[in-house]
């Protein structure tokens, strides 16, 4: 919930809650015949005591603005404002239908969690620690940077002198070699896969993505209607030889990868693979969209070159991001492709919201060709490294005998294998009950008993309390 009280007000705090829920409903933002949240959730929302809704909701019964129930709890009168419950608007029907699946439940538990959580443990989320960030180099770039005189509508594709920025940081870091007309930069990768998937695929078509995945998590692959396949990742990445399986069974239509630092797994596919899949994909002409958000956080010196690099067929849709890198509110991310892709790409941006904003292109143009940023960069693996050997430690202390892991070698996140069996709704739960968020297994298609730490979001101090915590919690369920 975005509103919050104000605790310096000398307005009670009962009395803000009523007029904030008040105007809702007269807004219209909490329509008649809807059911408010349950009194602790509430409580828990609005990060008040229970005992202050108990009075909110009764003060709003009283005045006649909500009817409450037993069994069916506290709901906007349809009576009040003279709505009859026949002129009103059933939004329901419109929130469950469209075609926009919403987050797993799961997810959003967790998710709804972490933004009411205070004073816990949050390895769930896939991204940086505040500390982390570049704030101040960001806001150097942003102050050396002249307000641009053109606040006109920014090319589709992205502005062109980023674009162009952004095919020598690729041609350094990457060893990719492109030009600025095939690169489309978008608001995150997670908005170069939602284009890829609605604007070059059908629904009913077959796709085939790793197993567990990242992709598993997105419900963006079932709102486009593809057929979903796996190809199960071991310690060497995915078996080339299951794309061909895949293909004659299913006539897959796309192959989607991760294959550095993979999430969840943290894996990275070997190089006699990369080159297999390559000549494997285009031999059948499947594309493949390699998804390459964190290779750049490798912890041992190795460059792990993307699919990209040795691509010589143009099979390879990549797609990058600067949220790991430097900061996920950027929102910067990018497809680099054919030309026609990308011009076809581009116009279907222009008709979904006409591209991205001047401003986070700019910082990022000025932050990532500064002398900084190498530094930043060096600070960033650093860091991470120190809290990934942390979090080895701590599992290797508290949990040695009950979860099996490989230690990553770059990236943010730990993968462990819970030897005993476990329901991962419990353990969520009961992780939550004890202020510890983590992403269960069963979200990215692993069967039950898989976890997911994020290493990168703790302040290393915190890491090994957060594990001895999951520890317990394990004991529990
Ligand atoms: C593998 C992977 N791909 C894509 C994304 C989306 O990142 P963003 O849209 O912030 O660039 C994430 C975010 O967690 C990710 O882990």
């Known amino acids: 919930m975005e509103w919050s009280v104000n605790r310096e007000s000398d307005k009670p705090i009962y009395q803000q809650i009523f007029e904030y829920i008040e105007e809702k409903i007269a807004y219209g933002e909490f329509p008649p015949g809807s059911r408010l949240p349950s009194e602790r959730k509430m409580a828990e929302q609005l990060n008040v005591n229970r005992m202050t809704i108990v009075h909110v909701y009764d003060e709003l019964q009283a005045s006649g603005l909500v009817e409450r129930k037993?069994?069916?709890?506290?709901?906007?009168?349809?009576?009040?404002?003279?709505?009859?419950?026949?002129?009103?608007?059933?939004?329901?029907?419109?929130?469950?239908?469209?075609?926009?699946?919403?987050?797993?439940?799961?997810?959003?538990?967790?998710?709804?969690?972490?933004?009411?959580?205070?004073d816990g443990y949050n390895m769930a989320g896939g991204e940086l620690?505040?500390?982390?960030?570049?704030?101040?180099?960001?806001?150097?770039?942003?102050?050396?940077?002249?307000?641009?005189?053109?606040?006109?509508?920014?090319?589709?594709?992205?502005?062109?002198?980023?674009?162009?920025?952004?095919?020598s940081y690729v041609k350094e870091y990457h060893d990719i070699n492109v030009t600025s007309s095939s690169i489309l930069i978008t608001s995150g990768a997670q908005q170069a896969l939602y284009?890829?998937?609605?604007?070059?695929?059908?629904?009913?078509?077959?796709v085939a993505i790793e197993a567990p995945s990242y992709s598993y998590s997105l419900p963006l692959f079932q709102s486009a209607g593809l057929r979903i396949f796996a190809l199960p990742v071991d310690a060497e990445g995915i078996n080339p030889d299951d794309i061909v399986t895949l293909y004659r069974k299913h006539q897959i239509r796309m192959i989607f990868l991760n294959p550095t630092f993979q999430s969840p797994t943290g894996g990275v596919m070997t190089e006699p693979r990369r080159e297999r899949v390559l000549e494997i994909a285009a031999e059948l002409g499947i594309p493949i969209v390699e998804d390459d958000p964190v290779s750049l956080?490798?912890?041992?010196?190795?460059?792990?070159?993307?699919l990209k690099s040795i691509d010589k067929s143009g099979n390879v849709l990549y797609v990058g991001s600067l949220s790991k890198v430097i900061a996920s509110s950027l929102r910067v991310g990018w497809i680099m492709g054919p030309e026609s892709v990308i011009n076809r790409l581009a116009d279907a941006r222009q008709q979904i919201d006409f591209g991205l904003s001047i401003f986070p292109q700019l910082i990022a143009n000025q932050f990532i060709q500064s002398p900084e940023y190498p530094k930043h960069l060096a600070f960033l693996k650093q860091e991470l490294l120190e809290r990934r050997n942390e979090m080895v430690l701590a599992l290797n202390e508290?949990?040695?005998?009950?979860?099996?892991?490989?230690?990553?070698?770059?990236?943010?996140?730990?993968?462990?294998?819970?030897?005993?069996?476990v329901?991962?709704?419990?353990?969520?739960?009961?992780?939550?009950?004890?202020?510890?968020?983590?992403?269960?297994?069963?979200?990215?298609?692993?069967?039950?008993?898989?976890?997911?730490?994020?290493?990168?979001?703790?302040?290393?101090?915190?890491?090994?309390?957060?594990?001895?915590?999951?520890a317990k919690v394990l004991d529990k369920v």
């Open 129 to 167: 620690s505040t500390d982390l960030f570049p704030a101040s180099f960001l806001q150097a770039s942003f102050n050396q940077h002249a307000f641009p005189s053109n606040l006109g509508y920014v090319h589709p594709q992205g502005h062109l002198e980023f674009r162009e920025t952004l095919a």
């Open 398 to 421: 508290y949990l040695g005998d009950k979860v099996e892991f490989s230690v990553p070698k770059g990236g943010l996140f730990c993968w462990c294998k819970i030897k005993q069996k």
């Open 70 to 118: 037993k069994g069916s709890g506290t709901r906007v009168s349809t009576h009040k404002w003279g709505i009859l419950p026949k002129g009103v608007t059933n939004w329901r029907k419109y929130i469950e239908g469209g075609s926009f699946l919403p987050t797993y439940p799961l997810i959003k538990r967790i998710r709804d969690e972490a933004k009411v959580m205070k």
């Open 195 to 206: 284009l890829i998937t609605q604007c070059l695929l059908n629904p009913g078509d077959a």
């Open 423 to 470: 329901d991962d709704q419990k353990l969520v739960e009961e992780a939550i009950k004890n202020k510890i968020l983590f992403m269960p297994g069963s979200v990215y298609g692993s069967p039950n008993g898989y976890v997911r730490f994020t290493y990168a979001r703790l302040q290393r101090e915190a890491i090994k309390e957060a594990v001895l915590k999951f």
């Open 297 to 306: 956080l490798s912890f041992d010196g190795k460059t792990h070159y993307p």
